[in-house]
């Protein structure tokens, strides 16, 4: 059987969206699924839209997120070069090669002319298409305007009749009439392929036996299959994915301010639970996984099981899976997520390393992403007291005095200032006041962090800290 090759093709416009990694995260589960190659090829012939450093971001996305290239511009390959302004001689050859068989034309139409008709179609309300024009010219025209240096482009001539269709193996059977495909540009004026043109000639090339991508270019598939019959070349599988949507149906984009990867790894989502997430928008596994690492991913994945109606992106969802993943990390590594987070916004230079590994213990299960840290140990930097009304309106009940002046009197005794020793008041509390259950916990969790609710109230009293408590206490 023939090696699986798939390719990640991004344009290189500066950011990472949602959409981006999760198809190339599917590349590569359908690559390493059936032990194939993924390979990164650099699609960058738009030269106006692209970002400096942009191909940085891939490679550092790709890397975080535990992708391994196989063949790409950095590590190379047989199939090179992997960036396509670096292969522009290519596909002027290539384009050539359609014009000598009759499969493509020299168009020479000014931007004048094209906006006239692009005016008329508005005006008639119909789609515009490019009318063939220039599909007249007789070769002597065209050599006499080659001449005299005239700009032209290359269009791909479409067949006027009959119908072209492939079967995706997402979405099935598709199926498009020839008459409305245009005489689409395959070269630009300033000899850079189009998008159209590129990606058939260069999945031919590299060998690309599957083609995974967004399904925008569902419909625009059978102008590429029509290319890949004009050469006379086998055309890949094409496996297109379904978009990614926003609760109340819009796409998600970056101009909309809708995260990207970036964006969320900063905020400190784990990129295993980023993977973990992307991979279950748009596939399910046979059973009800919903915890995958990438081994596990790359050993379930079965494009069978990739689905055609529009994936949600659900926040709430990513939050779930990455509040599991943080509570799987060793109390290092949570260590390491959380404190540049801590640090910004904290002066830690008074705490010991004691009081911030407990503190750091007991909110490792309470957190969804590394930046909620911040909001969620406030009262342990801020030294505000703010009980809110309802807090208010508890402390004024009959019997809390008893509560909190048996415990004012335990903490005073303790000598050291232990987590155990204050639990141990607590509990002395308990006898010496009669009261237990909220009226015991509530008032000394009000009393003492302004709160009604919180972690361990014995930790908690703890990372506030002796002196403040003992103020508060007062
Ligand atoms: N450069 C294209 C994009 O970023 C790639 C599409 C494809 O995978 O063929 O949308």
Known sequence: MKEVRTRFAPSPTGFMHIGNLRSALYEYLVAKSQNGK??????????KREVEGAVQVIYDTLKVCNMHIDEGPQEGGNFGPYTQSERVDLYKKYAQELVDKGEAYYCFCTEERLEKLREEADIRKVAFMYDGHCLKLSKEEIEEKLKNGEPYVIRQKMPKEGSTSYEDLVYGKITVENKLLEDQILLKSDGYPTYNFANVIDDHLMEITHVVRGNEYLSSTPKYLLLYKAFGWESPEYIHLPHIIKEGGKKISKRDGDSTFMDLYNLGYLPEAIINYLALLGWSPADNQEIFSMDELIEKFDVKRINNSPAVYDIKKLDW????????????????????FLEKEYDLSTKSTEWLDELLSIYQNHISNGSEIVEEVKLFFNNEYNPNEEAQEFMKQDGIDKTIDAFREEINNITEWTIDNISNAINNTKEKSGNKGKMLFMPIRIKTSGQMHGPELANTIYLLGEELVKERLK
Do not use: C, G, M
Not at 40 to 45: H, P, S
Not at 321 to 340: G, Q, W
């Open 38 to 47: 993924f390979i990164l090829r650099i699609e960058d012939t738009d030269q």
């Open 321 to 340: 899976i990455n509040a599991h993943y943080i509570k799987e990390l060793s109390k290092e590594d949570f260590k390491k997520l959380v404190l540049p």
